[in-house]
């Protein structure tokens, strides 16, 4: 079992950068897949970027490829979600998710067992 406290949202203006750390409590963490997810007000919970337990593997979608670098410290039992350029368009509530039954980064919600409560970022235009 493992639970997963996110952080580092909050007000900024386009152009601006945040870090998202999600922190996890628990045994064996740094053999989770761990994925961020957004979910913008009206839409549905949406992937962002995922990371396999190595570090080795990662995937982003389309919309924030160049932008967004997700990276993770084992040794913290924490991944961070960099997010540079922010758009108006990237506003939402993030989470991060992680599951020990998938090998490799993935896209689908219902491949993560474990879900963090989320953390606000707003990009104002």
């Known amino acids: 079992q493992v639970q997963l406290v996110e952080t580092g949202g909050g007000l900024v203006q386009a152009g601006d950068s945040l870090r998202l750390s999600c922190a996890a409590s628990?045994?064996?963490?740094?053999?989770?897949?761990v994925g961020w997810f957004r979910q913008a007000p009206g839409k549905e919970r949406e992937f962002v970027s995922a990371?396999?337990?190595?570090?080795?593997?990662?995937d982003y979608t389309d919309s924030v490829k160049g932008r967004f670098t997700i990276s993770r410290d084992n040794a913290k039992n924490t991944v961070y979600l960099q997010m540079n350029s922010l758009e108006p368009e990237d506003t939402a509530v993030y989470y991060c998710?992680?599951?020990?039954?998938?090998?490799?980064?993935?896209?689908?919600?219902?491949?993560?067992?474990?879900w963090g409560q989320g953390t606000q970022v707003t990009v104002s235009s």
């Open positions: 998710a992680a599951d020990r039954s998938i090998t490799a980064p993935a896209r689908g919600l219902s491949e993560y067992n474990y």
């Open positions: 628990g045994r064996a963490f740094s053999i989770y897949v």
């Open positions: 990371i396999s337990w190595s570090d080795l593997i990662t």
